[in-house]
């Protein structure tokens, strides 16, 4: 099938992306062999090295949070695939240190398999990594098991946790701690109009007609059992975040951090409306909304959607939020 997007070669399209990101911030990160996406300027070795990895195509997820304050590295697989075991022990093998290193893991089969495999193998060769499940995606059910939630974009403003408390010079069970805090209470949904085109063959990944919208679709095309008619951005708004709530059990007078991530084809226009109304609901609720992103942080090629997190957040999370970072998508001066 014929595409209408701005490639060269399909086989090529991993490489000559992280090329090009690399080559727009120099300053930032700097690209090594394997498709390792490190920080231009390391961190000192006595701090806790935080990693992940990830598929591209979800760009600028995950490389593009890659920098001081938040990732020390990502290890990047083909489009919407896992990077392998060899690829992943290779990025921890440049992090060996005796501070160690914090592995964030999306909860992805093929993510999931190598990550189990690379830690293996790296525990033989003595470095110190401990990992991280991030299966935030509520789609399944509230009370699915962990094993069958997805990881979704809350992984980002995890990042953004793991990564302060590290450049505080936390331990690695310190640092653990904290992002194992955040991630209790995160939730995600996603809610896609269209489906998106696999960028290597043309191929459509998810199929809804012209009058349908599914809630609960994945970030490769993955259903979530909630198809409907589409419906305005108020009511959308309202089931879904009504559902994270219930989620997260959110109470009165706790505050929380919104975030409105684009999946590719959805206008700011839209998913400031979204906003909008989440502000009002919270409020009704007696919840603060303390901060909130609208932007694409993590996309699936052209999906005309977006994907909702909500996080429970307390002072020091907050802080840990506005914490100074530099990052090519995520940079703040601090507080």
Same mark, same amino acid.
Request: hydrophobic share 45%; glycine share 10%.
């Given at each position: 099938?014929?595409?209408?997007?701005?490639?060269?070669?399909?086989?090529?399209?991993?490489?000559?992306?992280?090329?090009?990101?690399?080559?727009? %911030?120099?300053?930032?990160?700097?690209?090594?062999?394997?498709?390792?996406?490190?920080?231009?300027?390391? =961190?000192?070795?006595?701090?806790?090295?935080?990693?992940?990895?990830?598929? /591209?195509?979800?760009?600028?997820?995950?490389?593009?949070?890659?920098? %001081?304050?938040?990732?020390?590295?990502?290890?990047?697989?083909?489009?919407? /695939?896992?990077?392998?075991?060899?690829?992943?022990?290779?990025?921890?093998?440049?992090?060996?240190?005796?501070?160690? @290193?914090?592995?964030?893991?999306?909860?992805?089969?093929?993510?999931?398999?190598?990550?189990?495999?690379?830690?293996?193998?790296? &525990? +033989?060769?003595? #470095?110190?990594?401990?990992? @991280?499940?991030?299966?935030?995606?509520?789609?399944?059910?509230?009370?699915?098991?962990?094993?069958?939630?997805?990881?979704?974009?809350?992984?980002?403003?995890?990042?953004? !946790?793991?990564?302060?408390?590290? &450049?505080?010079?936390?331990?690695?069970?310190?640092? %653990?701690?904290?992002?194992?805090?955040?991630?209790?209470? @995160?939730?995600?949904?996603?809610?896609?109009?269209?489906?998106?085109?696999?960028?290597?063959?043309?191929?459509?990944?998810?199929?809804?007609?012209?009058?349908?919208?599914?809630?609960?679709?994945?970030?490769?095309?993955?259903?979530?059992?909630? +198809?409907?008619?589409?419906?305005?951005?108020?009511?959308?708004?309202?089931?879904?975040?009504?559902?994270?709530?219930?989620?997260? &059990?959110?109470?009165?007078?706790?505050?929380?951090?919104?975030?409105?991530?684009?999946?590719?084809?959805?206008?700011?226009?839209?998913?400031?409306?979204?906003?909008?109304?989440?502000?009002?609901?919270?409020?009704? =609720?007696?919840?603060?909304? !303390?901060?909130?992103?609208?932007?694409?942080?993590?996309?699936?090629? &052209?999906?005309?959607?977006?994907?909702? #997190?909500?996080?429970? !957040?307390?002072?020091?999370? @907050?802080?840990?939020?506005?914490?100074?970072?530099?990052?090519? %998508?995520?940079?703040?001066?601090?507080?």
């Amino acid at each position: 099938m014929k595409m209408k997007k701005f490639i060269n070669a399909p086989e090529n399209l991993t490489p000559e992306l992280l090329e090009g990101l690399a080559a727009a %911030y120099p300053n930032k990160i700097k690209l090594e062999e394997g498709k390792i996406v490190v920080r231009a300027t390391p =961190k000192a070795e006595d701090k806790v090295a935080i990693i992940t990895l990830g598929g /591209a195509g979800h760009e600028p997820a995950l490389s593009g949070f890659v920098g %001081y304050g938040m990732l020390d590295a990502s290890v990047v697989g083909d489009i919407f /695939a896992a990077p392998n075991a060899v690829s992943l022990l290779a990025g921890l093998r440049k992090f060996k240190r005796d501070a160690g @290193i914090l592995l964030v893991v999306l909860n992805h089969a093929g993510d999931v398999m190598s990550a189990n495999m690379a830690m293996k193998m790296a &525990e +033989r060769e003595g #470095i110190k990594v401990k990992s @991280i499940l991030v299966a935030e995606d509520i789609s399944a059910g509230i009370n699915a098991p962990i094993n069958d939630r997805r990881g979704l974009a809350g992984c980002i403003p995890l990042f953004k !946790v793991a990564g302060a408390a590290a &450049e505080e010079g936390k331990s690695l069970d310190e640092v %653990y701690a904290v992002a194992e805090k955040f991630n209790k209470r @995160i939730a995600t949904l996603a809610v896609a109009m269209t489906g998106c085109t696999h960028p290597q063959n043309g191929n459509p990944i998810a199929e809804l007609a012209e009058d349908e919208m599914e809630i609960g679709m994945g970030q490769h095309g993955e259903g979530g059992g909630g +198809r409907s008619k589409i419906m305005t951005a108020d009511e959308t708004a309202t089931e879904m975040f009504n559902k994270l709530a219930n989620a997260v &059990e959110l109470k009165a007078g706790e505050k929380v951090f919104l975030v409105i991530n684009g999946t590719g084809a959805c206008t700011p226009m839209e998913m400031s409306i979204v906003f909008r109304k989440c502000a009002q609901l919270a409020e009704e =609720k007696g919840v603060k909304v !303390v901060q909130g992103i609208i932007d694409e942080l993590l996309t699936v090629q &052209e999906m005309a959607g977006f994907q909702m #997190i909500l996080c429970v !957040v307390d002072d020091e999370q @907050i802080k840990a939020l506005n914490a100074k970072s530099d990052t090519p %998508y995520w940079t703040s001066i601090g507080m």
